[in-house]
């Protein structure tokens, strides 16, 4: 059985250059991640600004369903006048005086009525639709807002620069601690005999 043992230089050596490789890794990661962050708050914006198209075709929809329902009820009540006219007329009644005047009256009352509901309840309808159509352009501005103050560049600085400090800080530990096997050179500095 052989047993191999490292010397403590060797194993500060190894520790600080795993070190290094952790920061590399961590400035590549900071990067992509940066990058990822930034091209998903860019979709999220076009699917924020599909979804604003959407909700205004919704509004627009129901402001058309309503028109078209005031054209048929428009209709209906002109065809129930009508009935009502000739059955009054066939009786025999005066159509412009008494009974057969207000009955009349209250069906296009009745037909303004529900005309006025519809007209309401269509740009009730309408407004919702806006008013998501609004939120969504908002979230999309604020996606991209929030987009362009991402720069993968700057993230993978400072990650580099953390992980800089962090390596030079385990370097000057063990450097300190002699692990490096420095040795002392006549003018008083230390000279490392690692590199």
Not at 21 to 45: D, H, I, N
Not at 176 to 191: C, I, L, S, V
């Amino acid at each position: 059985m052989v047993v191999v043992g490292f010397s403590s230089s060797q194993v500060a050596q190894a520790s600080v250059i795993s070190s290094i490789g952790g920061t590399l890794a961590s400035t590549v990661g900071g990067f992509y991640s940066a990058s990822t962050q930034k091209r998903s708050l860019q979709s999220e914006a076009r699917i924020a600004e599909i979804n604003a198209n959407i909700a205004e075709l919704g509004a627009e929809s129901a402001l058309l369903q309503g028109q078209s329902e005031i054209g048929r009820l428009t209709m209906q009540a002109g065809q129930l006048k009508g009935r009502q006219r000739a059955v009054m007329a066939a009786s025999g009644i005066d159509l412009d005086t008494g009974n057969a005047a207000e009955i009349q009256a209250s069906t296009e009352l009745m037909k303004e009525i529900d005309k006025e509901t519809i007209q309401t309840n269509a740009a009730r309808a309408a407004w919702g639709y806006r008013t998501q159509s609004m939120n969504f352009r908002n979230q999309a501005a604020f996606s991209r807002a929030t987009a362009r103050g991402i720069n993968p560049g700057a993230g993978a600085i400072t990650s580099l620069i953390s992980g800089a400090t962090s390596v030079a800080s385990s370097w000057y530990g063990f450097q300190k601690e002699g692990a490096f096997g420095a040795t002392a050179q006549p003018d008083g500095t230390m000279k490392n005999n690692w590199w």
